[in-house]
């Protein structure tokens, strides 16, 4: 080989890439409670519109704007379809944010701990990082996030790794006194007691993200939207890839939304073995922080987290650690099936 390898732009060279949870490789057999998948299968609405895609809708070019997800999403959730925007993913939706809205020397602040891509997205783009410690009991720290004078605050509710939810009034006053965008993450919304859904009618900072990842049993497939002013959606698309959404996610995310009978059952189903689960592990002395998420936050008692996950993987049980400082005396645990809370149960 001759000539020079090229170097990536120094922000890229320094930065560290986000560390997705550990994914089975082929023909492993775990008990996968590691990175708040839906235990449950899809709707069976997905499979079918899958099989009856014609050959013809993968020939040529998706819909650019998804516009008929957008059409559903918008009946679905009471909104014009210009205040919707489909993503690969929710994580390409927080990427789109951010090119849209912060750029280099820019501050991004948020409420920490909380979702590890916010950081990585920031460094990709040369953005300064505010982390504001979330206040007492996990409460939203409304002013001090407004002090940093961000151009965006981003926002995971209910909060990852802690479950944690804050009510829409108190979001509210937030989106009012702030300045810059307000990006609500709402992808385990699905499992809470309430959402900010409304706020993007009066707030015209506010940015809802959603997953299809979580709620609906697709996270192999791919698909996340905004709810937004029109005015933000239209800058958001002005940034995205031209087909950032391909034929297939597109019908099968339509499917599942329609089918809201299904997910719904799946939800209820979650939360309940997410109080059941919460309850056996205090029993067994763990602190569970309680949950509005399909995962648990629990410190390990003793707190030796880092032994726990070792021995329970040894078990073919994946639970999620984090050996970062207050996180790692703690467990992060999805919420499986009936059938597999008893195995972690019985496991510990
Ligand atoms: C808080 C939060 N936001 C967004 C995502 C990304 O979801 P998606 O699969 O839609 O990209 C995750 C995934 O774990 C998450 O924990």
């Known amino acids: ?39 449950y299968p899809p709707s069976p609405r997905v499979m079918e519109a899958i099989r009856a895609l014609d050959g013809e809708a993968l020939r040529r070019y998706p819909n650019p704007m998804a516009d008929g997800f957008r059409a559903v999403a918008a009946r679905v959730h009471g909104v014009s379809p210009d205040m919707i925007l489909a993503g690969n ?7 789109m944010v951010m090119r849209a809205f912060v750029g280099p020397g820019d501050v991004l602040a948020y409420p920490h701990p909380t979702y590890s891509l916010y950081p990585v997205l920031a460094e990709m783009a040369e953005v300064k990082v505010v982390e504001v410690p979330w206040g007492p009991a996990w409460s939203l720290p409304a002013q001090a996030l407004i002090d ?22 108190q979001v509210r006053a937030l989106a009012d006194r702030f300045r810059g965008v307000l990006l609500v993450d709402e992808a385990y919304v699905d499992f809470a007691e309430s959402d900010c859904l409304a706020l993007v009618k009066s707030c015209p900072n506010v940015v809802i993200s959603r997953t299809f990842s979580k709620g609906y049993s697709l996270a192999g497939l791919r698909f996340g ?22 034929a297939l996610s597109m019908t099968a995310a339509t499917a599942a939304l329609e089918d809201q009978a299904h997910a719904r059952g799946g939800w209820q189903a979650v939360r309940e073995e997410r109080e059941r689960l919460a309850a056996e592990l205090g029993r067994r002395g763990f602190a569970v922080i309680p949950s509005q998420a399909n995962f648990l936050l629990a ?24 050996a970062k400082p207050g996180l790692d005396d703690k467990v992060r645990i999805t919420i499986g099936t009936r059938e597999q809370n008893d195995a972690l149960l019985a496991a510990l």
């Open 1 to 39: 080989m001759s000539g020079t390898t090229p170097r990536p732009r120094p922000a890229i060279e320094s930065m560290t890439a986000y560390t997705p949870g550990e994914q089975p490789g082929p023909g492993e057999r775990f008990i996968k409670l590691n990175t708040n998948e839906n235990p």
């Open 89 to 95: 993913g929710s994580d390409e939706i927080l990427a």
């Open 148 to 169: 940093t004078g961000a151009r965006a605050i981003f926002f995971a509710n209910p909060n990852a790794p802690s479950g944690t939810l804050v009510g829409p009034d």
């Open 225 to 246: 939207y905004a709810v937004a002013a029109p005015s933000i959606i239209e800058a958001m698309a002005k940034v995205k890839d031209s087909y950032n959404c391909d």
């Open 299 to 322: 410190t390990v008692p003793g707190g030796d987290a880092a032994a726990l996950y070792a021995k329970l993987k040894a078990h073919g049980i994946l639970i999620r650690y984090f």
